[in-house]
């Protein structure tokens, strides 16, 4: 039988965005690749996603609705239903429910895609007057920070690092999240660039550095600060570029003079020389970029940290070469082409403000019991493109909140996620390559269409498909419920040729080559804040949870856990696809050889991590890839493939960000002993 190709984009919350090329067989993928002329997928594609066939024809993907029938606190059960039954039960109860604040919408970023991420969920939650989510599980931080800099998110084109001397990898494992990105630090690397990892971790993007800088987690302010007072003391600022492009910078520099490397060592964990030659290395290489990831910034002080590494480029005038820089996001670039209004339809709010939950405090307020402040207790959940049983902080809450028997809960999945497990409904969502969707990118500025390369499998429908149908069970007759998803993808973007984008798959947004080669920045002024109008000066903001803010915490419970994501998993998705889970083989927690010997504790061994909020049982990995003081619970597993059912979540806290209102996953303590 012949194969053809189709158009696709990978979905995931990864900043590479790739165009894929989908080989189908009749009505069976065969093998999924990366686009070789699409040059920011340059022909390969991470190891997740060259596996999609295997998670798209998976023999537990959820094919038919399925409604519960044990109780929360039981083993779960569930028995297929047909869809009208389905779409009926839920119009019933949204209906029953008076104040439709208490029904909550939760999703995030398991497809990106303008139309399944979001579109008619939003018009539908818009016109129902349900109650608002405030979408801070990521990256939220790092974009109020960002924005706080440079007036909006926006940073240098990541195939110019081909072209950096010097390439400062801060906060980002970049060979495991950030494949295509790494493709050209290492062209640059073959040129003759330095590269230098900041991070707590010595991950395998670290291995692969000429230097690897192991801060304690947090303390990314600081090193800011520190490396700004270098610059100041011995003059290399670019004071030309500081004069045409930077706002309000004394106060910035009398908050810098506060900081030297003497002062951030010992709350970075890094030497006096260490701070020192990162300064000057950085100050005196043209050009030199900063690839700034979301890593750095799921700590209390995240969005100050942010804030301040990014003002290092607009000091030393690196914005002015080619090749220097900064980027953390590049979404920023996108916006004026998305037409989020005409998708999201905020007009069918008709002035009304629903209450706003953040999705980051989800536990918390599953448990709410309702208060003149709060509103109503949530009474229905609608969980779409997320798994926050597994991947939201403080899971005993969540999972607590989520057992409730009077809350019915309906989540669209393609698999039996944790959170699945606790739905009254579990409603089939189709997989990228069974539906349309339009993409912008947050790491590189190339607009994408993805076609469904085969029908729908089994009962499976695209979550637009689901919310226009309960919107017309409610009886809601506005015409753009009966838009169909071309129309949808028609509108998502404006200025861009849909019928070119269509042909080709792919087309790059027209920004400029060095958009901040002059200042420029996207403020009143033109300037970047160095203080910001109503910020003021950015500062280091410690952890929550550190033996500075918290020495009676810290005594009882003196390791730092941080939980990055594991190579072969994207959060918690792709951890039931066998091939990739047998990679990672079991959840881990990595310690430093002397933290793992002060407690008896040898490589191989299981452990009991714990602190007030619970415990779980991780296999101890005495790697070399840990820090003193630090230990890494790899996440983010389901629940259920844990040893004793949970995942490092259970150990992480609700605390919010300075900025942003974003989780703080890499600011816990914790203690460790053997099981
Ligand atoms: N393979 C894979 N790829 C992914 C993901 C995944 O789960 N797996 N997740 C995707 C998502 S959702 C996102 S948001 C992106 C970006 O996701 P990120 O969360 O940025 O992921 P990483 O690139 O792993 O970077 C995190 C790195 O930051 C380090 N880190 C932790 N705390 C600190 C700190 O305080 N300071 C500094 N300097 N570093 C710290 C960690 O050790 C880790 O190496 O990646 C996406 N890509
Ligand atoms: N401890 C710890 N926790 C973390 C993090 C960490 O580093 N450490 N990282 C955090 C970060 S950065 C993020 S972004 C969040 C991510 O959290 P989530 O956004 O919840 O991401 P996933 O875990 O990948 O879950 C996405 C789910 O969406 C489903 N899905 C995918 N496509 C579709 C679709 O088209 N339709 C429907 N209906 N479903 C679909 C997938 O099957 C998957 O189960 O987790 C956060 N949690
Ligand atoms: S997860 Fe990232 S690297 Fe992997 S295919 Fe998707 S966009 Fe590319
Ligand atoms: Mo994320």
């Known amino acids: ?351 009304r403000q629903p209450r706003m939950v953040n999705m980051s405090a989800i536990g918390d307020a599953l448990l709410h019991p309702g208060s003149a402040e709060f509103g109503p207790p949530i009474q229905a959940l609608v969980v779409y493109n997320s798994n926050p049983a597994a991947v939201a902080p403080e899971s005993a809450k969540v999972v607590k909140g989520l057992q409730r028997e009077d809350l019915f809960t309906v989540v669209l999945e393609h698999f039996m996620t944790d959170t699945a497990d606790l739905a009254d409904l579990v409603l089939p969502a189709t997989t990228q390559l069974e539906h349309l969707d339009v993409h912008t990118s947050y790491g590189h500025t190339d607009v994408l269409i993805n076609e469904p390369a085969i029908p729908a499998q089994g009962q499976a429908k695209p979550n637009t498909q689901v919310f226009r149908e309960i919107a017309a069970a409610l009886g809601f007759t506005d015409p753009c419920f009966a838009e169909d998803d071309e129309a949808l993808a028609r509108q998502a973007l404006t200025g861009i040729d849909f019928d070119a984008l269509r042909a080709q798959g792919w087309l790059p947004l027209p920004v400029p080559e060095h958009p901040l080669a002059d200042g420029d920045f996207p403020t009143p002024s033109g300037k970047a804040w160095a203080t910001h109008p109503t910020l003021g000066v950015p500062d280091f903001v410690p952890n929550h949870e550190c033996a500075e803010v918290d020495p009676t915490l810290a005594a009882r419970y003196p390791l730092a856990m941080i939980s990055p994501p594991a190579r072969n998993f994207l959060n918690s998705s792709f951890v039931n696809v066998k091939s990739l889970r047998d990679i990672e083989r079991e959840p881990v927690l990595e310690m430093h050889p002397d933290d793992a010997a002060a407690r008896g504790i040898a490589d191989g061994a299981m452990v009991r991590v714990f602190n007030d909020r619970g415990e779980q049982l991780l296999r101890a990995a005495v790697n070399g890839r840990a820090r003193p003081g630090v230990v890494n619970g790899l996440g983010i597993w389901w629940r259920k493939f844990g040893v004793d059912g949970k995942n490092v979540n259970e150990l992480t806290h609700q605390r919010l960000t300075d900025l942003g209102a974003a989780a703080t996953f890499y600011d816990c303590l914790v203690e460790v002993a053997p099981a």
């Open 1 to 351: 039988m012949t194969s053809r190709i189709v158009h696709g984009a990978c979905p995931h919350d990864c900043p590479d965005t790739c165009a894929l090329a989908v080989h189908v067989q009749g009505e069976q993928v065969i093998k999924v690749q990366g686009r070789a002329d699409h040059p920011n997928t340059h022909g390969a594609l991470c190891t997740k996603v060259s596996r999609y066939a295997e998670r798209t024809h998976h023999p537990e993907r959820v094919l038919t609705p399925l409604k519960r029938v044990s109780k929360k606190t039981e083993p779960p059960r569930f028995e297929p239903i047909g869809w009208d039954e389905a779409v009926r039960a839920i119009a019933t109860k949204f209906n029953a429910i008076e104040d439709k604040q208490a029904i909550q919408p939760y999703s995030y970023a398991g497809t990106m895609g303008l139309l399944q991420g979001g579109s008619m969920a939003d018009r539908l939650w818009n016109r129902l007057g349900a109650a608002r989510l405030d979408r801070t599980i990521c990256a939220s931080a790092g974009a109020a920070g960002l924005t706080a800099a440079y007036g909006h998110r926006i940073g240098m084109h990541v195939r110019h690092f081909a072209d950096a001397k010097l390439i400062l990898i801060w906060g980002s494992n970049s060979i495991a999240s950030n494949l295509h990105f790494w493709t050209y630090a290492n062209q640059a690397k073959r040129k003759g660039a330095k590269l230098v990892a900041i991070d707590p971790r010595r991950t395998e993007t670290a291995d692969k550095c000429h230097q690897h800088l192991a801060l304690r987690p947090g303390s990314d302010g600081a090193l800011a600060l520190a490396l700004m007072h270098e610059l100041i003391v011995n003059d290399w600022l670019d004071l030309d570029y500081i004069e045409r492009a930077v706002e309000g910078f004394e106060g910035l520099r009398a908050k810098a003079l506060e900081w030297p490397p003497e002062r951030a060592a010992p709350v970075t964990g890094l030497s006096v020389d260490e701070i020192r030659g990162l300064a000057k290395d950085y100050a005196q290489t043209a050009p030199a970029a900063i690839r700034l990831n979301y890593g750095m910034q799921r700590v209390h002080g995240g969005g100050n940290a942010v804030r301040l590494i990014a003002l290092l480029p607009c000091l030393t005038g690196a914005w002015k070469h080619h090749g220097g820089g900064l980027l953390l996001s590049a979404s920023g670039w996108a916006a004026p082409f998305k037409n989020n209004d005409a998708l999201e339809r905020p007009d069918l709010l008709a002035g």
